[in-house]
T-cell receptor, first 111, second 113 residues
Framework: ELKVEQNPLFLSMQEGKNYTIYCNYS?????LYWYRQDPGKSLESLFV?????AVKQEGRLMASLDTKARLSTLHITAAVHDLSATYFC???????????FGQGTRLTINP | NAGVTQTPKFRVLKTGQSMTLLCAQD?????MYWYRQDPGMGLRLIHY???????AKGEVPDGYNVSRLKKQNFLLGLESAAPSQTSVYFC????????????FGPGTRLTVT
């Protein structure tokens, strides 16, 4: 059974700093998804990583996938307040057409 | 395209009452999903559907029923609401087999008193 673990679960950081959110998973997968959720809002797709070594960047966010290590990272560069949100990683289940989500990382960026 | 829409956005129920949440998508997607989101619990899959007329149980199906009579609609029913079903409910859809990325609706905030 696929298990997806994110860490940290809570992250408070200052504007201008760099940090990384980690997503570990328990069974082999060749693809991974990152979502963003603003407070009181729905989930919005951020990145789709489809192969080992895949790297995607948008603005101050960069996501990568290492399928051998069963690890994805979401790196935040020079954080700004607008990036405050909860970030989820998710992977496809082998048993059915569905995603298994991590617990989410609540990121708060303070001025 | 409106994408994925959910009705209603908010609802307050008394224990024992019933209600139906409606999810509609206009993207001709085959797969549809119902999740609940509770503080500290992330997203948990309640039921899902791989096509019109089909449904399957997810991680937390007890106390809920679903129906997918039309491809564009996925209904989630609570026959006898309980306080433990207080949550935010999200519907999602994905286009076809092998395409796992899901597109989410805006959510329904349900409170059961």
């Amino acid at each position: 059974e696929l298990k997806v673990e994110q860490n940290p679960l809570f992250l408070s950081m200052q504007e201008g700093k760099n940090y990384t959110i980690y997503c570990n998973y328990s069974t082999t997968s060749d693809r991974l998804y990152w979502y963003r959720q603003d407070p009181g809002k729905s989930l919005e797709s951020l990145f789709v990583l489809l192969s080992n070594g895949a790297v995607k960047q948008e603005g101050r966010l960069m996501a990568s996938l290492d399928t051998k290590a069963r690890l994805s990272t979401l790196h935040i560069t020079a954080a700004v307040h607008d990036l405050s949100a909860t970030y989820f990683c998710a992977l496809p289940s082998r048993e059915a057409q569905k995603l298994v989500f991590g617990q989410g990382t609540r990121l708060t960026i303070n001025p | 395209n409106a994408g994925v829409t959910q009705t209603p956005k908010f609802r307050v129920l008394k224990t024992g009452q019933s209600m139906t949440l409606l999810c509609a998508q206009d993207m001709n997607h085959e797969y549809m999903y119902w999740y609940r989101q509770d503080p500290g619990m992330g997203l948990r899959l309640i039921h899902y559907s791989v096509g019109e007329g089909t449904t399957a149980k997810g991680e937390v199906p007890d106390g809920y029923n679903v129906s997918r009579l039309k491809k564009q609609n996925f209904l989630l029913g609570l026959e006898s609401a309980a306080p433990s079903q207080t949550s935010v409910y999200f519907c999602a859809s994905s286009p076809r087999q092998g395409w796992y990325e899901q597109y989410f609706g805006p959510g329904t905030r349900l409170t059961v008193t």
